[in-house]
């Protein structure tokens, strides 16, 4: 059974070219201003870049600060396949030579506030859909994370293999799907839904000047997600 939850859009991003598969009928006021959205312990923060950050690091580095410094939920991420502008300022990160991937069987997990995030990364169409949902599953329910978010490379809609799309299609424990790649990304946040008919959240932050982007979200009590607010933060 679906969950409830309720999805904000700052700025331009509107809910029109949000859903996939079948529509949402528990999205509510998806084009309500974000205004007062205070983080605390039971809300993350994930920004987000692609290898467009190299063309304006210096002042995306600026706002990557600016976020730490009023955001201490935030989990810092690159999905791009080149090294980070400043490595150090992430807490995970997609890129040739990383030691953590699905080939691997590896994964990192990040503690913000009360909320445990599991990471895994994708760097190319040769994985498997089964072998990516088998280690989402495994930090889920042995890792006990409230939150799986898989870095990927493998393009937003690929025809020549595995996709963001079809990835999300085929999971059951992936909550977020974060990509980079430079070519084949959505313009706007898309919600997909995985083989239980939950959803599963794919963002890019990629070329066109779509160089940070963010993602807010509330959990419960009992570590549930609810509210999901996303926003572009630099251009």
Same mark, same amino acid.
């Given at each position: 059974?679906?969950?409830?939850?309720?999805?904000?859009?700052?700025g331009s991003l509107g809910a029109a070219a949000l859903l996939?598969?079948?529509?949402?009928t528990t999205i509510a006021n998806s084009l309500s201003p974000?205004?007062?959205?205070?983080?605390?312990?039971?809300?993350?923060?994930?920004?987000?870049?692609?290898?467009?950050?190299? *063309?304006?690091?210096?002042?995306?580095?600026?706002?990557?600060?600016?976020?730490?410094?009023?955001?201490?939920?935030?989990?810092?991420?690159?999905?791009?396949?080149?090294? *980070?502008?400043?490595?150090?300022?992430?807490?995970?990160?997609?890129?040739?030579?990383?030691?953590?991937?699905?080939?691997?069987?590896?994964?990192? @997990? =990040?503690?913000?506030?009360?909320?445990? $995030?599991?990471?895994? $990364?994708?760097?190319?169409?040769?994985?498997?859909?089964?072998? @990516?949902?088998?280690?989402?599953?495994?930090?889920?329910?042995?890792?006990?994370?409230?939150? =799986?978010?898989?870095?990927?490379?493998?393009?937003?809609?690929?025809? $020549?293999?595995?996709?963001?799309?079809?990835?999300?299609? *085929?999971?059951?424990?992936?909550? =977020?799907?974060?990509?980079?790649?430079?070519?084949?990304?959505? $313009?706007?946040?898309?919600? *997909?839904?995985?083989?239980?008919?939950?959803?599963?959240?794919?963002?890019?932050?990629?070329?066109?000047?779509?160089?940070?982007?963010?993602?807010?979200?509330?959990?419960?009590?009992?570590?549930?997600?609810?509210? =999901?607010?996303?926003?572009?933060?630099?251009?």
């Amino acid at each position: 059974m679906n969950t409830r939850r309720k999805f904000l859009f700052s700025g331009s991003l509107g809910a029109a070219a949000l859903l996939t598969a079948k529509p949402f009928t528990t999205i509510a006021n998806s084009l309500s201003p974000v205004t007062g959205y205070r983080i605390n312990n039971h809300q993350l923060v994930l920004a987000h870049t692609g290898n467009a950050l190299h *063309a304006g690091s210096n002042q995306a580095m600026q706002h990557i600060t600016k976020l730490r410094n009023s955001n201490p939920n935030l989990i810092m991420l690159h999905a791009g396949n080149k090294v *980070a502008a400043n490595q150090s300022a992430y807490d995970a990160s997609l890129h040739a030579g990383e030691t953590y991937s699905v080939a691997d069987n590896d994964y990192r @997990i =990040v503690f913000k506030g009360d909320i445990k $995030t599991g990471i895994i $990364t994708a760097n190319d169409q040769s994985v498997s859909a089964d072998k @990516i949902n088998t280690l989402a599953i495994y930090l889920k329910k042995e890792k006990n994370c409230q939150l =799986v978010i898989c870095l990927s490379q493998l393009g937003y809609k690929s025809s $020549t293999g595995l996709n963001d799309l079809s990835l999300a299609a *085929a999971s059951t424990h992936l909550d =977020v799907i974060i990509g980079g790649h430079a070519d084949d990304f959505c $313009t706007r946040p898309v919600i *997909a839904q995985n083989k239980n008919k939950e959803e599963v959240i794919i963002n890019h932050a990629a070329t066109n000047g779509l160089a940070l982007r963010k993602i807010e979200i509330g959990f419960d009590n009992l570590g549930k997600k609810g509210q =999901v607010v996303f926003s572009k933060t630099c251009s």
